[in-house]
């Protein structure tokens, strides 16, 4: 019955001391955020080195380095030059590096799930697209034009006609 009562204690005190803490972040947030700012903006380039290699590990900022001067300063996937700092792509599943990317091809990998099969797909689809493009004056779901009346949308396509809210 004595140790509950010990066990109890140490779980308030835990308790207690949780509380506190949750305050003291609500209480000194600004303060927190304000330090963070100002380290960001005494040495942006540190800034940087030190989240990537809190987020990827040691040698990250070697590795992306090498990699910008092998890539000549370009997006490994688009081929622009890098306006601003590039990405470290990694694949997800191990944790290992890749090359540097724009942030645009970054995200669209990330999109993806890095799933190679629906990155087959989507140029497949915009191939198709193009294609049909080429081949016709229309796509088959081309948007049509049309004229707002009171309000609304009047569509027609083909021999039907629609209407539907202009906000859309």
């Not at 040698?59 to 990405?87: D, V, W, Y």
Request: charged letters at 30%.
């Amino acid at each position: 019955m004595i140790h509950i009562n010990v066990m109890s204690a140490d779980i308030l005190k835990r308790v207690q001391k949780r509380k506190w803490n949750q305050t003291w972040l609500v209480k000194n947030r600004g303060r927190d955020r304000a330090a963070k700012v100002r380290a960001y903006w005494n040495d942006p380039d540190k800034y940087r080195r030190q989240k990537r290699e809190s987020t990827f590990g040691k040698g990250s900022t070697e590795h992306i380095m090498t990699q910008i001067q092998k890539q000549k300063n370009l997006c490994a996937i688009c081929r622009k030059e890098f306006e601003i700092t590039p990405h470290l792509d990694h694949r997800h599943e191990t944790g290992q590096w890749r090359g540097a990317l724009c942030r645009n091809c970054n995200l669209g990998i990330g999109f993806f799930k890095e799933n190679k099969e629906s990155l087959r797909r989507a140029i497949t689809y915009l191939k198709e697209w193009d294609l049909a493009y080429e081949n016709s004056n229309n796509h088959p779901f081309e948007t049509q034009p049309c004229e707002v009346v009171g309000g609304m949308q009047s569509v027609s396509v083909g021999s039907n006609s629609s209407t539907s809210d202009a906000r859309h």
